[in-house]
């Protein structure tokens, strides 16, 4: 696992003296986390026990997968507002060197504009870079590209895909 | 992990009659692996222990993830000549849907032209799909389109990047 502490970096923080952000909880599925997702991609909802299986197998990689949420602080239900994910690639290039991946950035349509997005993939560039990542790397429509430089991203090729 | 046997798509086959495609072996390490990804990106060499290490730490990962090889079949030391990774993400959108990543497919440069790269690439698709993969991504560099367009691939987004 990784040497340095990305758990640190990940503590629950607050962005404008309210909104808190902090790992994923597996009570998170009763506050809205799957139906916030679903405003980035097709989501059914998953049941409790589907949910904390994923849940699990996910916290079985430690620090190498994190994912951050951001949580209402004004509703009694503590809705999650905002999501994205970091995960940890080792591989065996570049002196064995890691690759964090952002994926699954996603803010409620009624919380944006804000900076919780923003301030969501920060932490996110944090925590790959503490963990000894040489680069993180995400992929994002044409758009998107002068929201993710503000937190320092380039535009370095291009996204091919295949579904199925 | 998957419930599908992505294994028995990895098994060794042959590309053309010859060259033999099959999963990254420990003994890899002595015949060129490393120095192939080095025409990739920087790539410094491994020690023994280091490389095992890192072989080790992915291995753990089981079907998740997968690197072939191609093996130069006329030569005794068995030299590397082209490799492909595969690992596989597993999400809560898409009703805790997976998802394929190709990473570091690379040919040596004295044995392009054969079709090496294109036939590991296609097998670690079949993998993604076998394993349940709702689609399979990478990131390339615009030159590269045509080429992945060969195996089912079509532009999807740009990649960005931060590096530290």
């Known amino acids: 696992m990784a040497s340095t502490s990305p758990e640190s ?3 629950a923080t607050e962005t404008d003296g309210s909104t808190q952000i902090r790992r994923l909880e597996l ?3 009763e506050r809205g986390f799957v139906a916030l997702l679903s405003q980035l991609s097709s989501c059914p909802d998953l049941t409790p026990s589907e949910f904390a299986a994923r849940f699990a197998e996910l916290a ?3 620090d190498d997968h994190v ?5 209402d602080p004004s509703a009694q239900e503590r809705r999650i507002l905002a999501t994205g994910c970091l995960f940890v690639e080792r591989k065996f290039l570049r002196g064995g060197g890691k690759v964090g991946h ?3 950035v996603v803010v409620d349509a009624a919380a944006r504009g804000k900076g919780l997005g923003l301030h969501i993939v920060r932490r996110l560039v944090e925590i790959a870079k503490e963990a000894g990542c040489y680069k993180v790397i995400l992929d994002c429509t ?3 590209r002068a929201y993710y430089a503000k937190c320092g991203f380039v535009e370095k090729g291009v996204q091919m895909a295949v579904y199925f």
Chains 1, 2 share one sequence.
């Open 60 to 62: 079985a990689h430690g």
């Open 27 to 29: 009570a998170d599925h």
């Open 67 to 71: 994912i951050l949420v951001a949580e």
């Open 142 to 144: 044409p758009e998107l």
């Open 9 to 11: 970096a990940a503590a």
């Open 102 to 104: 952002v994926e699954d």
